[in-house]
């Protein structure tokens, strides 16, 4: 398989550690809101990534952490803590704040039929863990100690900033507007390991450990985790591009400090989803959620269709209008695949023809996109009979995970009609506008309406959204 790889910045040929097995690595979500449809991107084209490691024959075994402490309010290390804050916004307490998120989140992935990992870890639970990778770096000399706090100190590598050539005075970590510089540190890069002094005195959940009462930084829970779990070395590890910096910088420079190899040779990274106002973050507030989208008449496969529609490494644009077009392809796409015959015999030789382009765009730096299209190509294929089609779509399946073969539940929910009566309804009512009849045109939108169907005109033609 090829896949670009953030550490080199090429796309190179995949070749894990051990032959046949893959040990990988997602930085998991921060649990003190909903996660938003641009965090859940990122997990989508994990969920692809794994399914299709596992497709092509790997033995997959895939950690995710769940940060329930010490994520701060900026990336820098000060502000407040975004647990903190929520507990106190919703009043409960951090731990009952963080399972109710988590399981949320999960309940999100289910919908999207994203699979769960092999494991899955809050970092409340290793803080063992991080307390003896943290005195290990201290004895080394990698840590240091200061105004209550223990720094990792980036000065003592050869090389800190693995990903890009940064130029130093675009990191001004802890320099943000708004953010005091944290005189502690003795580089400008340095990052707390594990806070005593926090500038919020009532953080809620402490440990005893050798600098004294407090809590880990962020950073330090996915490096222990992954450890934890996959020993000495991961093969790919993920996440969004904005984890890049500083957060994956520091978990490899606290990782390879401490084991003193090379710890992760494949860095999967991907690109943001993006409003018309920029990029969409769980802190900024105005931010869309599964459930808001199911509002607005969307489900959550729809959603997983679009996100597949591009590749993984270009930002994606969502717009009520983008997220509309791609659902009607996908309720048509679906039709048609319902409407297969189960009849026939299956022609394996291009049953396989089939099967090997599928796994070749996908292993071709994970093209979603053209994957899609093999479906329709399937569809349109001449010499292979409805039984064999439904197969074959079938198993590509097992990566895309869009229930195309899955049978419509909710028929009631739109208004008793299924998906190709209502866009028989549509093409009715298109023809009746070329037609100039607007009576009939009227009629049609009318008589959807009543049904809880609302029709939307973008330029690419009608889509609509039920209640
Ligand atoms: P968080 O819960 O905020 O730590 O984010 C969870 C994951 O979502 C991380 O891997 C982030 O890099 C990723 N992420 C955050 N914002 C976006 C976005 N707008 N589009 C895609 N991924 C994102
Ligand atoms: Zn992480």
């Not at 020993?231 to 790919?236: A, L």
């Not at 507030?285 to 269709?305: C, D, H, I, V």
């Not at 983008?322 to 009607?328: D, K, Q």
């Not at 074959?392 to 009631?412: C, H, N, P, T, Y």
Request: aromatic residues 12%; charged residues 30%; contains cysteine.
């Amino acid at each position: 398989m090829k896949l670009y790889n953030t550490l080199t910045r090429t796309v190179e040929e995949f070749v894990p550690n051990e032959a046949g097995k893959v040990k990988m690595y997602t930085c998991g979500p921060t649990v003190y809101n909903f996660a938003h449809i641009g965090n859940l991107r990122t997990y989508l084209m994990e969920d692809v990534l794994e399914k299709y490691f596992r497709y092509a024959g790997y033995d997959v075994t895939r950690v995710m952490n769940i940060t329930d402490i010490g994520h701060l309010s900026s990336d820098a290390d000060s502000g407040e803590d975004k647990m903190l804050l929520g507990a106190k916004r919703e009043h409960k307490t951090v731990l009952e704040l963080a399972k109710f998120y988590t399981d949320a989140f999960f309940e999100d992935c289910a919908a999207l039929n994203i699979k769960k990992p092999d494991v899955v870890q809050p970092a409340t639970g290793c803080v063992d863990d991080f307390i003896k990778v943290i005195s290990s770096l201290m004895e080394k000399g990698y840590a240091y100690f200061a105004g209550g706090n223990v720094y990792f100190d980036t000065s003592k590598l050869k090389d800190y900033h693995v990903f890009f050539n940064f130029k130093e005075e675009d990191l001004e970590v802890g320099v943000r507007e708004g953010v005091d510089e944290d005189s502690n540190k003795r580089n400008k890069n340095d990052f707390v390991l594990w806070f005593t002094k926090s500038k919020f005195e009532d953080q809620a959940l402490k440990w005893d450990s050798p600098w004294g009462v407090g809590y880990p930084g962020w950073h330090i829970e996915c490096s222990c985790i992954a450890m934890k779990y996959l020993g000495e070395y991961v093969d790919i590890h993920c996440g969004g591009i904005d984890n890049v910096f500083p957060h994956h910088t520091n978990e490899i420079a606290q990782s390879e400090a401490y084991l003193g190899h090379k710890w992760c040779n494949y860095w999967f990274h991907v690109l943001h989803l993006n409003t018309s106002g920029g990029k969409m973050s769980k802190s900024s507030g105005g931010f869309l959620t599964l459930k808001k989208l199911a509002e607005s008449g969307y489900s959550p496969m729809e959603y997983r269709f679009f996100c597949l529609q591009s590749h993984y490494r270009k930002s994606l644009v969502y717009s009520e209008e983008n997220l509309a077009n791609a659902a009607t392809a996908y309720r048509k796409l679906k039709a048609k695949v319902q409407a297969l015959s189960e009849e026939g015999e299956e022609n394996a030789e291009l049953m396989n023809e089939y099967k090997n382009k599928f796994s070749d765009v996908l292993g071709n730096d994970l093209n979603t996109s053209l994957a899609v299209t093999l479906v329709y190509d399937v569809l349109k294929e001449k010499n292979l009979s409805g039984k064999a089609k439904r197969a074959l779509i079938a198993d590509f399946e097992k990566v895309l995970s869009l229930g195309l073969l899955e049978k419509e539940e909710k028929q009631e929910a739109k208004g008793g009609l299924s998906a190709e009566e209502i866009e028989k309804y549509i093409a009715d009512r298109a023809a009746a506008k070329k037609a100039k009849n607007y009576a009939e045109a009227d009629r049609i939108r009318n008589l959807l309406a009543e049904k809880g169907i609302t029709l939307i005109d973008t330029k690419e033609g009608t889509t609509y959204k039920t209640e």
